[in-house]
């Protein structure tokens, strides 16, 4: 089980580091569009600090494998969104995306939900899931990626329009692109299951067999082309968060369910891990809201 606490953490770091090179990297890149993905990803690949950053990503997703592996996804996916507090302190440092008073107060919510999570797992009694009926894996895949690429597509529509306006905040990108790693986190969760490090044809035998790898071959390219025209529209230490947080949510819901997971049955635990991973959510939505206007008051003309 520490392992698996330990992959996460690891993951967080990698993850976190990612995105802020690649958020660097695309400044100094033109602009991007989903029209033209071959454009984009020649873009891409001419900037040695983007796949610096792209290969620290792929070695997060390699730690995902070990997490999936060994702790319930509930439970990981409680661990992930802690990832995000490093983010935003990176934003700050690297990006110079100043944090909020109410970033910072997210940031030590976040911290608190990372505790209540560790503290409710206990390994003699936690359930891993390995497998899930393919058909319902393929259903659900299928309706959340219908989801996500309309509601891109949708954003893109009312960023188009609003060219001369305020540049949009990329609530409606983050959660798009959010839907679409949901589904690639319930890839990696079938694939982890089926890796037998002592049997590697074996195992790639068996994966072919199964939805999974097709998944997360679609899921990854498409969360590619969405993922950097997001980010180099709008604030990291936004997108990201918003992206983390339906991804997280959507993986523990319907990962759990399809995986045959269950919660803990001890009421302390339980108690521990629900309000661990609703802090995490609760605090990274409110992130997402605008910042409260200051009401000004009238001024008054001396006569």
């Not at 602009?31 to 792209?54: E, F, T």
């Not at 097709?214 to 230490?237: D, F, K, P």
């Not at 997280?248 to 269950?262: D, K, P, R």
Request: include cysteine.
């Amino acid at each position: 089980m520490w392992w698996g606490v330990a992959a996460a953490l690891s993951a967080n770091v990698l993850y976190s580091s990612g995105f802020v090179l690649e958020k660097r990297a695309l400044s100094g890149i033109p602009a991007l569009s989903v029209r033209r993905p071959l454009r984009l990803v020649r873009l891409l690949l001419g900037s040695p600090l983007w796949i610096g950053g792209s290969l620290a990503l792929a070695a997060g997703f390699g730690a995902q494998l070990v997490v999936y592996r060994t702790l319930p996804m509930a439970a990981a996916q409680g661990l992930f969104v802690s990832g995000l507090v490093l983010l935003l302190l990176l934003s700050s440092l690297i990006l110079g995306e100043r944090l909020s008073r109410r970033e910072r107060y997210a940031t030590a919510g976040i911290l608190a939900a990372l505790l209540m999570v560790v503290a409710s797992l206990r390994q003699d009694a936690d359930v891993v899931g390995d497998s899930a009926s393919a058909v319902s894996v393929l259903a659900l895949s299928g309706v959340t990626l219908l989801a996500g690429f309309r509601l891109y597509a949708v954003a893109e529509r009312r960023t188009a329009r609003r060219q001369h306006a305020a540049p949009p905040t990329g609530i409606a990108y983050a959660v798009a692109v959010g839907l679409i790693y949901g589904v690639s986190s319930l890839a990696i969760k079938g694939i982890s299951a089926r890796l037998a490090p002592d049997a590697p044809l074996a195992s790639a035998l068996s994966l072919a067999a199964t939805p999974y790898p097709y998944l997360l071959l679609i899921t990854g390219a498409g969360g590619l082309v969405l993922s950097q025209t997001a980010l180099q529209r709008c604030r990291a230490s936004l997108v990201v968060p918003v992206c983390t947080t339906t991804s997280c949510l959507y993986t523990a819901t319907v990962g759990t369910l399809a995986f045959g997971e269950s919660l803990p049955q001890d009421p302390i635990r339980l108690v521990l891990l629900l309000a661990g991973a609703s802090l995490a959510v609760s605090v990274l939505l409110a992130l997402s809201l605008p910042p409260a206007q200051k009401s000004e008051k009238p001024s008054h003309e001396v006569r």
